[in-house]
């Protein structure tokens, strides 16, 4: 979200159920070796050696149960040692971005401030953003298209929440997705529009062109060596289409952030926008399908369902939900340190 989750087992079941054989075939190997040419374990010493090697064994079915108890919010009591996965943060998204951020038409000539940026600042400290697509009106596509460039080329947000209007409620969970996902997908999308019949692929890699020579024009590099008296090398002439941005010193400053207002004003150039393509419930599946998280616990339901919910998951990222409205995100790698973070507490008081 980039936020993968962190397992104190990361290998699988079938790997922590061949790890105890294994390892107890490596130190059975290792302590024969050792008596063959050291004499060491004695018949006594080697009696007091099983049950720790038995133990050692067990290491990786012990992790193992210790991850999947964690995933699950359940409360674990072993030997008065209690764990309650309950308690586990919900990230609740407290940024929700606007409606259809920016404004129709040529951006470059357009002398309100440059809203997508400006938008993409305002959340950059913040994980987790939600999209309100509501009943279908609210988000274009191709305000989604920028929103997500911009995300992915900064590195934040980093997971996109979709909720909208579902079964006449409003602020339903639709799914999350992580920006360089919903980039790919809008990239893949093959119908073409505008008069010029392009796709949003073609688009968006000509605004990424644009922006990369503006890069080069601000910031060149090191000056190469001249030889005295010779005449200084003469450059090629920017291509017209980047000219009109390099003689606008809002975007030539802007080095690769320039990108999303280039991708929106080529967006304009070639009128995607003069019938709109919105986000509605059956656009979000067409795009992004694939690609949406929808796992989700149901706050109302009994605590033992609940638990359910959460074993039968593993992805980074479950939504927690109240009556099918968003509530917020818990993320396991959240859950799974505050296992450990218990279990070290509850064990230390024991021994006092």
Known sequence: MDGESVSLWPYGSRAALLGAPLIWLGCALVLSLTHRY?????????????PVVTILGCVPLLLLLVDYIA?????????????????????????????????????????SPMQILATLEAV????????????GQ???????????????????PGVFVFVGVRHNRDKAFLGWATAPALLAAL??????????????????????WITRQLTTLVNPGEP????????????????????????????????????EQVLMDQIAAYHLEDAPDRVTLVRLEELFGHCLYRDAVELSLAKEKQVSEFLNTDAPFVAVVQNGRYQGLVERTEV???????LFAQAQRTKA
Request: glycine fraction near 6%; avoid cysteine; charge should be neutral.
């Open 124 to 135: 950059t400290g913040n994980q987790i953003v939600q999209l309100d697509i509501k009943d």
């Open 187 to 208: 990239l893949r999308d093959d119908k073409v529009r505008g008069p010029q019949s392009v796709t949003y692929e073609f688009v968006y890699r000509k605004a990424d």
């Open 71 to 111: 995933g699950s919010r359940a409360v674990l009591d072993i030997k008065g040692i209690k764990i309650d996965f309950s308690q586990a943060e919900i990230k609740r998204t407290s940024v929700e971005l606007p409606e259809n951020i920016g404004t129709p038409g040529a951006i470059v000539s357009d002398s």
């Open 38 to 50: 050291f004499h060491w374990p004695d018949a006594a010493a080697a009696r007091s050696l099983v």
């Open 224 to 259: 190469r060596p001249t030889i005295v008296g010779a005449d200084p090398p003469t450059l090629p002439p920017l291509p017209l289409e980047v000219q009109r941005y390099a003689l606008q010193s809002a975007y030539a400053l802007l080095g690769d952030a320039a990108l």
């Open 138 to 156: 609210a988000w274009w596509v191709t305000r989604l298209l920028a929103l997500s460039a911009g995300a992915a080329r900064a590195g934040s």
């Open 336 to 342: 799974e340190r505050l296992t450990i973070r218990q």
